[in-house]
């Protein structure tokens, strides 16, 4: 049974800080690339970051480059997003997402998806 299971969301501060990690099981993680997705109230999904199933490449949007930072661990069993200098154009539903292949920013490309977690950033 595929699962990701995303953690770490909250309540924090502007300014603050966060770590969001997704749990990845039931597929072959070494095949399978992670994205982090968001959604906002009102808005649609949008792209956060990317990491290869080899955590070699990395990739980020403009809006969160030099802030956030996608890691997985050694076992490629779970990947983190580390959230700094968070602003409450932050908040949002955070989801994690795999996919075969190098990390996309289109959502549609993605097959397997978590629950999501919410960060709620205050000014």
């Known amino acids: 049974q595929v699962q990701l299971v995303e953690s770490g969301g909250g309540l924090v501060q502007a300014g603050g800080s966060l770590r969001l990690s997704c749990a990845v099981s039931g597929f072959t993680a070494s095949l399978h690339a992670v994205g982090w997705f968001r959604q906002a109230p009102g808005k649609e999904r949008e792209f956060v970051a990317g990491?290869?199933?080899?955590?070699?490449?990395?990739t980020y949007a403009d809006s969160v480059k030099g802030r956030f930072t996608v890691s997985r661990d050694k076992a490629l069993s779970t990947v983190y997003l580390q959230l700094n200098t968070l602003t409450p154009e932050d908040t949002a539903v955070y989801f994690c997402?795999?996919?075969?292949?190098?990390?996309?920013?289109?959502?549609?490309?993605?097959?397997?998806w978590g629950q999501g977690t919410l960060i709620t950033v205050s000014s």
């Open positions: 997402a795999a996919r075969l292949g190098p990390p996309r920013a289109e959502g549609t490309s993605y097959a397997y």
């Open positions: 990491i290869s199933a080899s955590g070699g490449y990395t």
